[in-house]
C-alpha cells in the first residue's frame, strides 16, 4: 500500500510563492508517475502538474504553466510542487497522486491514477 501525504499549504497573497511537497512511502517511488490535481469547491479536479519516474518528463496545465514547477527526490521519496506568481483563482485543495504504471498517456485523467493524498488547502487572497 502507497501512502501519500501532502503538506505545504496555506494563505497566501497574490503574487506570492508556496511550496508544496508530498512525502510518499513505498520502494516502488522511483518507477512512479506523480501528479499534482487541485480541486476549488463546485469545480472538478483539475490537474496541475506531473512528472514521470526518471524526472525527466514534466508536464503542466494551461493555467499554471510559467508559474509552476514540479520536481521529485527519489532519495526521500518526495515530489514538490513550487508554485509562484499565485492568483486567487489558484485557491483549491491541492492533492498529490502516484500512478503506478510507467506509460505516460492520460496523465492528466484523475481516474489513472491509483493512490491519492487526502489534500492540503492553498487560499490565495487578492
Known amino acids: 500500500q502507497v501512502q501519500l501525504v501532502e503538506s505545504g499549504g496555506g494563505l497566501v497573497q497574490a503574487g506570492g510563492s508556496l511550496r508544496l511537497s508530498c512525502a510518499t512511502s513505498?520502494?516502488?517511488?522511483?518507477?512512479?508517475?506523480m501528479g499534482w490535481f487541485r480541486q476549488a469547491p463546485g469545480k472538478e479536479r483539475e490537474f496541475v502538474a506531473a512528472?514521470?519516474?526518471?524526472?525527466?518528463?514534466?508536464y503542466y496545465g494551461d493555467p499554471v504553466k510559467g508559474r509552476i514547477t514540479i520536481s521529485r527526490d527519489t532519495a526521500k521519496n518526495t515530489v514538490y510542487l513550487e508554485m509562484n506568481n499565485l492568483r486567487p483563482e489558484d485557491t483549491a485543495v491541492y492533492y498529490c497522486?502516484?500512478?503506478?504504471?510507467?506509460?505516460?498517456?492520460?496523465?492528466?485523467?484523475?481516474?489513472?491514477?491509483?493512490?491519492w493524498g487526502p489534500g492540503t488547502q492553498v487560499t490565495v487572497s487578492s
Open positions: 497522486a502516484a500512478r503506478v504504471s510507467t506509460i505516460l498517456v492520460l496523465i492528466t485523467t484523475p481516474e489513472k491514477y491509483d493512490y
Open positions: 513505498g520502494r516502488a517511488f522511483r518507477t512512479y508517475i
Open positions: 512528472i514521470s519516474g526518471s524526472g525527466m518528463a514534466t
